[in-house]
């Protein structure tokens, strides 16, 4: 059974998922990296609460989610270097697309401009939002 908070993260993961759809459509492409960043955080750390184990209060929990695998479900444990590989590379953006370089004088949008990269970290994003949803409905 599918706990609430693990319901409650997965549902956010939606949402960001949804908003990181609609900035892409509209060529925000820094607050399409934010939210593809923010859709995985929250969905692995939905498949964490599921299982029990509580992930740290940060973004970016890759190292902590591979060290954890094993508490996962089989069909999860096979799609953590997935979860990881991905919530690694947006982690690494998370900063930038929030901030930019303030030092360079660059905001968030003029740093981010690669539509074509930020469709794949978006899709990225919505497939492990994808698996996370699939596995809690089958719980």
Same mark, same amino acid.
């Given at each position: 059974m599918?706990?609430?908070v693990a319901k409650g993260y997965v549902e956010q993961a939606g949402e960001s998922i949804d908003a990181a759809g609609d900035a892409l459509r509209r060529g925000n492409i820094a607050t399409a990296? &934010?939210?593809?960043q923010l859709t995985v955080e929250l969905a692995v750390k939905a498949?964490?609460?599921?299982?029990?184990?509580?992930?740290? =209060?940060?973004?970016?929990?890759?190292?902590?989610?591979? =060290?954890? &695998?094993t508490a996962l479900p089989p069909a999860w444990q096979r799609k953590v270097g997935e979860w990881a590989e991905a919530m690694g590379e947006l982690s690494l953006l998370r900063a930038r697309a929030w901030y930019g370089d303030p030092r360079e004088g660059r905001t968030a949008r003029e740093m981010f401009s690669d539509r074509e990269e930020t469709e794949r970290l978006v899709e990225m994003a919505r497939s492990v939002y994808r698996s996370v949803q699939s596995f809690l409905r089958k719980q």
């Open positions: 599918t706990t609430s990296t &934010r939210e593809a498949s964490l609460y599921e299982v029990g184990v509580e992930p740290p =209060r940060d973004h970016d929990i890759h190292v902590f989610l591979l =060290r954890h &695998r």
